[in-house]
């Protein structure tokens, strides 16, 4: 089998755009067509543009604002 070349401007057939301006992608920077991109997404996730979104009601992981080393409390007796 003969090795192919790979030119860091060509797309693979089928492969999706860039996510944030839409051009093609390089192998450079998959999945961005160019640093720029990838330093817009990488801000949009540092700067907190992007979230995971997260149910405060989840109980398998009790209460959002619960302490994880801190001992449950115990009501006080009299």
Same mark, same amino acid.
């Given at each position: 089998? !003969?090795?192919? !070349? #790979?030119n860091d401007n060509e797309s693979k057939a089928g492969a999706k755009p +860039? *996510?944030?301006c839409g051009k093609p992608t390089e192998a450079r920077w998959q999945p961005? +067509?160019?640093k720029r +991109? !990838?330093?817009v997404d990488?801000? %949009?996730w540092?700067?907190?543009r992007y979230a995971i979104p997260a149910r405060d009601d989840d109980p398998e992981n009790g209460p959002a604002d619960a302490? *994880? $080393?801190e001992e449950p409390r %115990?009501? #006080? $007796?009299d």
């Open positions: 089998m !003969a090795p192919v !070349a #790979v +860039c *996510p944030i961005f +067509c160019s +991109c !990838a330093d990488l801000n %949009r540092l700067s907190g302490d *994880p $080393e %115990r009501p #006080v $007796e």
